[in-house]
Every structure is written in C-alpha cells, then in structure tokens.
C-alpha cells in the first residue's frame, strides 16, 4: 500500500477552495458594479431600487465573506500534518457548503414569500417587498448553486481519499 502524501491531499482541497472563494468574490464584485451602478438611477418609488439596493448589500457581505475565507487559506501544509486533521477539515468544510445550501434554500423562499407579500392589494411596501423578493432569488439561486457545487466537489474530493485510508 502506497505511503498517504497528506500535503498534497491537503494542497488538493485548500486549492479547490481557493477557486471556489475566487467564484464567490467575482459575483460578490459582479453585484457591487452591476447593482451599484442602478441602484443610483433608480427611483426609490420602484422595486428596481430595492433589487439592485439589496443585491449591493449581498455583495457587501459575499466580498467580507470571499476575503475572510481566502486569507485563511494556506499555501503549504504544516510539517506536523495528520491525517485525522486532514479528515477534520475535510468535514468541516463539506458541512459548511451543506449548511449554506440549506440556508440558500431559505433565501429562495423567503424571496417567494416577499414576492407573495407585495402582490396583496393595498400594500404601501409593495415596491420594496417585490425588489427585495427578486434580489433573494437572484442571490439565494447564485448561492444554492454555488454551494452544492463546491459541496460535491469536495465531497467528491474526499470520498477519493477512501481507498487512500
């Protein structure tokens, strides 16, 4: 049986997650010129302000979230490297996207229900409610698909390692 090289597995997985956190800060910087630049022009009176206003926000908070994530990558392996820390991580990381695919699913519908929301007659934040419907669609559905394929990338990853053990 050959002997396990943990740092290349480990390189393997922080180099996915690089890629995958290069996506997310790409849309994040996507939003923030796109929706930045209508936001501006739009009138607060209509749901285009709220959509692009929302969609700055989602790409405030996916900017933060791409660079936290990328400054903690690591570029090499530390010397002292297990395989029960490789494994940890490794779970850690499939959870993470699992969890985030849940909640990608909830923006989604919370969108629906916003949109459900701003359709009732009589509504004085019809506007509001209808732009910021559309923007969790936009953003969940980006971020739904995102998320489950960076989760069965590494979930693939990992499940490559079995043999290995």
């Known amino acids: 049986m050959p002997a396990l090289d943990l740092a290349a597995l480990d390189h393997a997985r922080e180099m996915l997650l ?8 790409a849309w994040a910087l996507l939003n923030l010129l796109v929706s930045g630049t209508f936001v501006k022009q739009a009138d607060r009176r209509f749901a285009p302000y709220y959509f692009h206003g929302m969609n700055v926000g989602w790409g405030l908070v996916n900017t933060v979230l791409a660079c936290w994530g990328i400054l ?31 909640l990608d699913v909830a923006y989604v ?17 019809a506007s509001r409610l209808d732009g910021f419907g559309r923007s969790l669609w936009v953003q969940g559905g980006f971020l739904l698909v995102f998320d489950a394929a960076v989760w069965g990338l590494l979930h693939g990853q990992g499940r490559a390692w079995i043999p290995l053990l």
């Open 109 to 125: 519908m919370t969108g629906f229900y916003l949109r459900a929301l701003a359709a009732t007659p009589g509504r004085a934040d």
């Open 18 to 25: 690089g890629r995958a956190l290069a996506v997310l800060a």
């Open 72 to 102: 903690h990558l690591r570029f090499t392996s530390p010397p002292s490297l297990r395989l029960a820390e490789l494994v940890a991580a490794q779970l850690h990381n499939e959870n993470l996207f699992m969890l985030n695919t849940g």
